[in-house]
């Protein structure tokens, strides 16, 4: 079965709720950890499986559309401290701390 792709970025309270590599290792997010592995969690990601538009609070793969004034609002930064992070993150949450929302749409979505 395809993978959500770029799971790195994704940023969803039930499905990824934090980042699932520190230190360059692998790990799943303890809400997945029971019984289920990550690759299962997000097959919770197909059309057949979402119900409208799933609202996150990062993402990517696919496509976005910004409104320009809140595109600029955002910054890429891969790095917090010492720890590398995917940049996607603080950009997807600096436009939602500037009154942005972000969602993924089931029919467009990005599979490796």
């Known amino acids: 079965h395809p993978v959500y792709y770029d799971v790195w970025a994704l940023r969803e309270?039930?499905?990824s709720p934090g980042?699932?590599?520190w230190h360059g290792e692998h790990q799943v997010p303890s809400v997945i950890r029971s019984r289920r592995n990550l690759h299962t969690a997000v097959q919770q990601l197909t059309k057949d499986n979402l119900v409208g538009w799933l609202s996150v609070e990062s993402?990517?793969?696919g496509f976005g559309i910004y409104k320009m004034k809140v595109a600029g609002q955002g910054r890429y930064v891969g790095l917090i401290g010492d720890e590398e992070i995917c940049e996607h993150v603080p950009y997807n949450e600096s436009l939602g701390k500037a009154g942005?929302?972000?969602f993924i749409n089931p029919e467009c979505i990005t599979h490796q």
Do not use: C
Request: hydrophobic letters at 60%; glycine letters at 8%.
């Open 13 to 15: 309270k039930s499905i």
């Open 19 to 21: 980042d699932i590599a």
């Open 59 to 61: 993402a990517f793969g």
């Open 100 to 102: 942005a929302r972000l």
